[in-house]
């Protein structure tokens, strides 16, 4: 089954408001913050991250894509393999993934070693990339000290998930049979987390909300990293980033690749308005929960539910 969507339009071409921050310049942190704040969203350029790793990540992931179907459903918790269902509750999309616990070590993944050793590797440059960006927002914010954010999710035991999306070409998209309608590859969510970092092949698909509910697609660009302002951040800033709804759209010719950190706190770290974020005569907008109580209420959900909706204060 697919979902479909009305058309939407494609930006022009050449042109794209999306945010690039040089994390390699202290002074970015200016627009790092106002890029949380319009859009929750923004691309990181000069990152420092091998691009020998993350081509062999990929490599090895499309290898393990292209295995049979039976070789692939064979892998459970902690390596969770999906194709078309999303999540526990009914959503459905047009694309497989694997779904892995990342402060796991991989060791008991039956991935060839190449392949455990780059997944290694990967996630630890890019949970180093994502404090940094988080201090440097905390810079950006007067925020004191300036790891009070990074902290969250710097440990190796904290809750963070690793994920690798493949959404193959589809055949379903034909303007005589569909009337031109989109196939959705991933519906439309915000991510529960503090911060998600996600890197892509050559193929576009990734659309994100803008404020006024429209939608823009963000180009490709496989050397550079994308991140998402995730719903506890949101939250821990009082409002003023935003966790930004995005989706995916699938593509009638090429396969999209994407594999995504999502950096969440431990399971017992509670989540509420940093009190320094508060400004005098302004009120904390959210009820206090912990990131476990967060995600019980996330993996409850439905992809496009409002979570935070429970949370906010009456
Ligand atoms: C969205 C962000 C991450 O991909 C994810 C997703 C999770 C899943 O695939 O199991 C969820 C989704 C995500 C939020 C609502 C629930 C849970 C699917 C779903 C319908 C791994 C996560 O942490 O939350």
């Not at 200016?30 to 993350?54: M, P, Q, R």
């Not at 509910?213 to 003023?240: A, E, H, K, M, Y």
């Amino acid at each position: 089954m697919a979902v479909l969507s009305k058309p939407t339009a494609e930006p022009k071409s050449g042109f794209s408001p999306i945010p690039v921050i040089d994390i390699s310049d202290p002074e970015s942190k200016h627009a790092l913050v106002k890029a949380c704040e319009d859009f929750g969203f923004f691309k990181v350029i000069n990152h420092g991250v091998s691009s020998e790793l993350v081509s062999v990540l990929e490599q090895e992931a499309v290898k393990f894509f292209s295995l049979p179907k039976s070789e692939k459903t064979q892998l459970a918790y902690p390596l969770g393999y999906g194709s078309r269902e999303i999540g526990r509750n009914g959503d459905v999309g047009w694309v497989e993934y694997l779904l892995m616990n990342a402060n796991l070590d991989f060791s008991s993944v039956p991935f060839p070693g190449i392949f455990r050793n780059a997944l290694l590797e990967y996630t630890a440059s890019v949970r180093k990339m994502a404090c940094h960006v988080l201090e440097m927002m905390a810079d950006g914010l007067g925020i004191k000290p300036r790891d009070t954010l990074s902290k969250l999710v710097s440990d190796s035991n904290t809750d963070s998930i690793f994920r690798v999306n493949h959404y193959p070409p589809c055949p379903l998209i034909n303007k005589n049979t569909n009337g031109g309608k989109n196939v959705i590859g991933f519906g439309e969510h915000t991510d529960p987390q503090i911060i998600s970092v996600l890197r892509s092949n050559n193929t576009s698909g990734l659309q994100i909300s803008l404020t006024d509910g429209s939608w823009i697609s963000v180009p490709s660009d496989p050397s550079s990293f994308f991140f998402n302002v995730c719903d506890s951040l949101q939250v821990l800033t009082n409002g003023r980033f935003k966790s930004v709804k995005h989706r995916v759209l699938a593509n009638s010719r090429k396969s999209r690749v994407s594999m995504i950190y999502f950096a969440g706190p431990s399971l017992t770290q509670r989540i509420a308005p940093l009190t320094c974020l508060i400004d005098i005569e302004e009120e904390s907008l959210y009820e206090e929960f912990t990131w476990s109580e967060y995600k019980n209420s996330a993996d409850n959900s439905r992809l496009s539910d409002n979570r935070l909706q429970r949370f906010k204060k009456k």
